[in-house]
């Protein structure tokens, strides 16, 4: 997952960083980082994609570990209450946060080839869209922008496939 911050791109953290910041924040916090609460969120760190709540589910007992959705439920709103995971609303599914360290909206670019979803912050785009609705007299209170389309990738891929049917209609 790439993060964007008002134009500058930083590496993606990796899921080992991510899980000691989340371990960190969790005990600056006060809050209990508990075993399943770390494995829950060590299983989304490390994925590809967002993750489903099933999805995390099955990962989990793969493990061995006896959970239900409702225990995977409670966890997930307790990494959100965190700021560790994003929510991907058009799927129904989660993603590590690159920068938890900070409460911010993010945007989501989500790739409808390989489903690599990645967090972008245009805090210039927020702010205006803030002014405008705060002119009609409307408060904003929680934002969800994700936009679909390709990553670079997959385009290139595509590219490159869309090249080569070409040349064997051509030959």
């Given at each position: 997952?790439?993060?964007e911050c008002d134009g500058t791109a930083d590496e993606p953290r990796s899921p080992e960083e991510l899980l000691a910041q989340a371990e960190a924040l969790c005990s600056s916090r006060g809050q209990r980082f508990t075993p399943l609460r770390r494995q829950i969120?060590?299983?989304?760190?490390r994925s590809s994609g967002p993750m489903t709540a099933y999805r995390i589910l099955?990962?989990?007992?793969?493990t061995g570990r006896e959970s239900g959705p409702p225990t995977i439920y409670r966890a997930l709103?307790?990494?959100?209450?965190?700021?560790?995971?994003?929510?991907v609303e058009s799927l129904n599914a989660f993603v590590a946060c690159?920068?938890?360290e900070r409460h911010h909206t993010c945007q989501l670019l989500?790739?409808?080839?390989c489903g690599t979803t990645s967090e972008l912050e245009a805090g210039g785009m927020m702010s205006t869209i803030a002014r405008t609705a705060a002119r009609v007299g409307f408060t904003i209170s929680e934002t969800v922008l994700e936009f679909k389309g390709l990553c670079v990738r997959c385009r290139l891929a595509l590219a490159s496939l869309a090249g080569g049917n070409k040349a064997a209609t051509r030959g």
């Open positions: 997952m790439t993060t969120f060590s299983v989304i760190a099955d990962e989990v007992q793969d709103d307790f990494l959100q209450t965190q700021h560790l995971i994003h929510r690159q920068h938890p989500i790739c409808t080839g």
